[in-house]
């Protein structure tokens, strides 16, 4: 019976490190440290872009952490978790754990579909 036991905490303890893991393998708590810095880059040939959200810049934000990422200058509407991850509307079951993750997530994700606003 303890020997059952501890398979399945050895298991749990292993798919809960996997799911703090992007797809790169870097662990969320490693990767948390450039959480909230800006990046500009091209990504599979789309432009991501990812800053600290001005107050008062007429975007609407969700969820903590004020933070714009675009797509090809268009705002992909993101929410960051309780835990630090976030999500968008791209990849609202995936999360990530930073924003330009997320960014280059969604982008994978559109496979070279535009943006488009949500209302």
């Known amino acids: ?11 749990a303890i292993g798919t809960a490190v ?3 893991t992007d797809p790169a393998g870097t662990s969320a708590s490693a990767a948390g440290t450039e959480g909230d810095q800006a990046f500009d880059e091209i990504y599979r040939g789309r432009r991501i872009q990812g800053m600290p959200a001005a107050a008062g ?7 903590t952490g004020d933070f ?7 705002e992909l509407h993101s929410m960051r978790n309780a835990d630090g991850t976030w999500i968008s509307v791209i990849n609202h079951y995936q999360p990530q754990p930073t924003p330009r993750a997320l960014a280059r ?6 496979q070279g579909a535009a943006l488009v606003p949500v209302v």
């Open 57 to 63: 810049s007429g975007h609407h934000h969700h969820g």
């Open 1 to 11: 019976m303890l020997r059952g036991a501890g398979v399945a905490l050895t298991a």
């Open 18 to 20: 996997l799911g703090l």
């Open 68 to 74: 714009t990422v675009l797509i090809d200058g268009r």
């Open 105 to 110: 997530a969604a982008v994978s994700d559109l």
